[in-house]
T-cell receptor, first 116, second 112 residues
Framework: DAGVIQSPRHEVTEMGQEVTLRCKPI?????LFWYRQTMMRGLELLIY????????DSGMPEDRFSAKMPNASFSTLKIQPSEPRDSAVYFC??????????????FGPGTRLTVL | DQQVKQNSPSLSVQEGRISILNCDYT??????FLWYKKYPAEGPTFLIS?????DKNEDGRFTVFLNKSAKHLSLHIVPSQPGDSAVYFC???????????FGQGTRLTINP
């Protein structure tokens, strides 16, 4: 398996522009997570999906952020308009959560976003 | 409101010695704990975990200790090797929960 795939790996944009980050989870995984990594707060959960349905978006910082999962093999995280404080590394992760079991998440390589 | 805290941003250890990374949590409902390892330009990868019914779990050179009364866990690496240089994240979840709560990470550097 190729693992979780994210694109682009690097994104540099100017303030006010729209940014779209993409993720392909591991085939067969039914949970998908979007995280943001910053020095101050470490890995923050932004939103997660189960079977393509958003379950918890309480970590989404504000209305400028939105996420979709149109099918089991694709998800997007969009920032519109982008601001310099959005600069961070964004990770996508997926998992197969066994009933009554514990959740080991598999992470993609991340997208480093720089907003100028 | 940081429910999982790693108070040491960085740690430097000599090759061959023991590395001890620490993690504290505040949520008494957490019952499963994980450590992830992250190299530069890569995503975090799972390293080792422990359930709250145990106080120790060992996997080769890696051992995780859990002290529930103190709400503290630690990762021991013995002996430390240069390839262990990475950022280590502590994470926790409540029973049956899909969410993991991560700490800020500790950058471990192993010096030859």
């Amino acid at each position: 398996d190729a693992g979780v795939i994210q694109s682009p790996r690097h994104e540099v944009t100017e303030m006010g522009q729209e940014v779209t980050l993409r993720c392909k989870p591991i085939s067969g995984h039914d949970y998908l997570f979007w995280y943001r990594q910053t020095m101050m707060r470490g890995l923050e959960l932004l939103i997660y999906f189960n079977n393509n349905v958003p379950i918890d978006d309480s970590g989404m910082p504000e209305d400028r952020f939105s996420a979709k999962m149109p099918n089991a093999s694709f998800s997007t995280l969009k920032i519109q308009p982008s601001e310099p404080r959005d600069s961070a590394v964004y990770f996508c992760a997926s998992s197969l959560f066994p009933a009554g079991g514990y959740n080991e998440q598999f992470f993609g390589p991340g997208t480093r976003l720089t907003v100028l | 409101d940081q429910q999982v805290k790693q108070n040491s941003p960085s740690l430097s250890v000599q090759e061959g010695r023991i590395s001890i990374l620490n993690c504290d949590y505040t949520n008494s409902m957490f019952d499963y704990f994980l450590w992830y390892k992250k190299y530069p330009a890569e995503g975090p990868t799972f390293l080792i975990s422990i359930s709250s019914i145990k106080d120790k779990n060992e996997d080769g050179r890696f051992t995780v200790f859990l002290n529930k009364s103190a709400k503290h866990l630690s990762l021991h690496i013995v002996p430390s090797q240069p390839g262990d240089s990475a950022v280590y994240f502590c994470a926790a979840s409540e029973k049956g929960a899909q969410k993991l709560v991560f700490g800020q990470g500790t950058r471990l550097t192993i010096n030859p």
